[in-house]
């Protein structure tokens, strides 16, 4: 049964315009309250009554955990934790904290579909698909190079692969799991140079391909993913590289 504990660890918020605060003192709440996966939060209008902040600032914080796969919301029962919320203490930001979770999460499903996307590629690519992968990975590497906005050009290579692996489910879904991430406008994890040391990696999952090797390219996948996830990592640590 749900009691009133958990409220007692949160106090008002002084500027009720700042959502980063209603979110730090929601995950502080969390740990204080020692809540963890399965657990259900307070139900919003108390929350947002302990604050002194309307419900909709409450349910806005709240829709930011749930674009991030924090939490789960269940009409007419209330909303449960899904993730473990890290702890807001420290130098780097929560909501960094937030988003490099959520990140972590999105590479674990991705490391299962892409690597198997890629073994399927290689055992079943036509003659044209493994020269176009190859011709996408070359255009991909030299914006790279030229320091270029890469996204468009980073999709079109790994969607050429999961058609090339005859089943389009695999992008399907990983398009819908990218689609459902939310980060804030500046997070780090949406920076041009973000994910930059996988891209060597890109070239040895194509030519894997090319060469009709399921186990090269499987495991060139987990190297290309190996380096974003240590990326991940060290910005949770430091915080995220200054821009230039």
């Known amino acids: ?25 929601l995950a502080r709440m969390i740990h204080q309250a020692d809540l963890g996966v399965g657990d259900r939060l307070p139900p919003e209008v108390m929350m947002a009554d302990q604050l002194g902040v309307g419900r909709s600032t409450i349910r806005e914080a709240l829709n930011r955990w749930e674009g991030l796969g924090l939490i789960r919301r269940r009409r007419g029962d209330g909303t449960y934790l899904t993730a473990p919320i890290p702890d ?27 690597r198997d996307a890629a073994r399927h590629a290689a055992t079943r690519a036509s003659a044209f698909q493994r020269s176009e992968i190859s011709r996408l990975c070359g255009i991909l590497l030299s914006i790279v190079e030229r320091g270029q906005n890469y996204h468009a050009a980073d999709r079109q290579f790994h969607e050429a692969i999961f058609e090339a692996s005859g089943n389009p489910l695999f992008g399907h879904i990983l398009s819908r799991l990218n689609i459902a991430f939310e980060a804030s406008e500046d997070s780090p994890f949406k920076r041009r140079a973000f994910g930059l040391a996988s891209f060597p990696f890109h070239r040895t999952l194509a030519d894997a391909i090319a060469d009709r090797d399921p186990d ?3 495991l060139a996948v987990n190297r290309l993913l190996d380096a974003v996830d240590a990326e991940v990592h060290l910005i949770m640590v430091d915080g995220p590289p200054p821009t230039h």
Do not use: F, Q
């Not at 049964?1 to 003192?25: V, W």
């Not at 420290?90 to 990140?103: C, D, M, N, Q, R």
């Open 216 to 218: 090269g390219a499987a």
């Open 1 to 25: 049964m749900l009691h009133d504990g958990p409220l007692s660890y949160l106090e008002p918020i002084e500027n009720r315009s700042r959502g980063e605060a209603i979110l730090e003192a």
């Open 88 to 114: 807001p203490e420290g130098p780097v930001p929560l909501l960094i904290k937030l988003e490099a979770e959520a990140v972590l999460r999105l590479l674990e499903v991705r490391r299962t579909l892409e």
